[in-house]
């Protein structure tokens, strides 16, 4: 009986550290997602800038083509810092993913044992109470084979 609270305790404190690796990658997750839809955003921004420029060059506009074209530039980079930073997200993504899987196995190997030890337990049990069941037939019959014997 002493094995089996804490073993409970542990089920519930491994329990709860899934959970929060859990959380943990999903939060990473919406990290990355955020920064996916601003990388796409820069994306587009620069093909936008890109062709505004060609539309420039094509109108001998030079003021809005060296506008564009600098937009343009800065653009890229942006897209390239945000290139940056969803490598490093996706890198804590596996890492989160990584330490929630782990969590979740240990997790489901001492539920097992847990299980187990509840299961040996109610063997134990059942083990017990069948052998006072067998010994209050025993003396039953004793008793009773004993009564039988006097008055005859």
């Known amino acids: 009986m002493t094995m089996k609270h804490p ?53 001998a506009r030079s003021a809005e083509w060296l506008e564009a ?9 942006e897209e390239g ?3 940056k930073a ?3 997200k996706t890198s804590e993504v596996n890492a989160a993913k990584t330490e929630y899987l782990e969590r979740r196995k240990v997790r489901h190997q001492v539920g097992s044992v847990v299980e187990a030890s509840a299961a040996e337990v109610a063997i134990e049990r059942s083990r017990q109470e069948q052998r006072e069941l067998d010994d209050w037939f025993s003396q039953q019959g004793r008793s009773g084979h004993g009564a039988g014997a006097k008055s005859a």
């Open 81 to 83: 810092i945000f290139e």
């Open 7 to 59: 073993l409970n305790r542990l089920l519930r404190l491994r329990s709860l550290l899934e959970d929060v690796s859990r959380v943990e990658l999903e939060a990473r997750l919406q990290e990355l997602a955020q920064i996916e839809r601003a990388l796409t955003h820069s994306q587009e921004f620069a093909r936008a800038m890109r062709l505004r420029s060609f539309a420039g060059i094509a109108q």
């Open 69 to 77: 074209e600098a937009v343009a530039e800065w653009a890229a980079r």
């Open 86 to 88: 969803s490598q490093g």
